[in-house]
Nanobody, 125 residues
């Protein structure tokens, strides 16, 4: 069992930055592919970024490439999402996810074994 707790969301002006953190419980954090998803009101959940268990591979949605960076610290059981040059269209609830499958599987299926409760990110224009 893995529990995920996100933090770091908030209100920021367009062009600003935020860093989201996701702290995971459990001893096997390093075995999981980790991902960040988001869901805006009236829209489907979409994957934002993902990182493999050894950080060897990453994935970014086209809409955030060059602006967002995903990273993880397995010693701290934490995954991060650094978000720069934020836009109003980045406004959403951001969810952390953990999956025992590969990064390819996570990005293709958009499903995961465990989910956090979400943190709100609001970007004002």
């Amino acid at each position: 069992q893995v529990q995920l707790v996100e933090s770091g969301g908030g209100l920021v002006q367009a062009g600003g930055s935020l860093t989201l953190s996701c702290a995971a419980s459990g001893r096997t954090f390093s075995s999981y592919t980790m991902g960040w998803f988001r869901q805006a009101p009236g829209r489907e959940r979409e994957i934002v970024a993902a990182i493999s268990w050894r950080s060897a591979s990453t994935y970014y949605a086209d809409s955030v490439k060059g602006r967002f960076t995903i990273s993880r610290d397995n010693a701290k059981n934490t995954v991060y999402l650094q978000m720069n040059s934020l836009k109003p269209e980045d406004t959403a609830v951001y969810y952390c996810a953990a999956d025992l499958g590969t990064l390819v599987v996570l990005t293709r299926t958009r499903t995961a074994d465990y989910w956090g409760q979400g943190t709100q990110v609001t970007v004002s224009s």
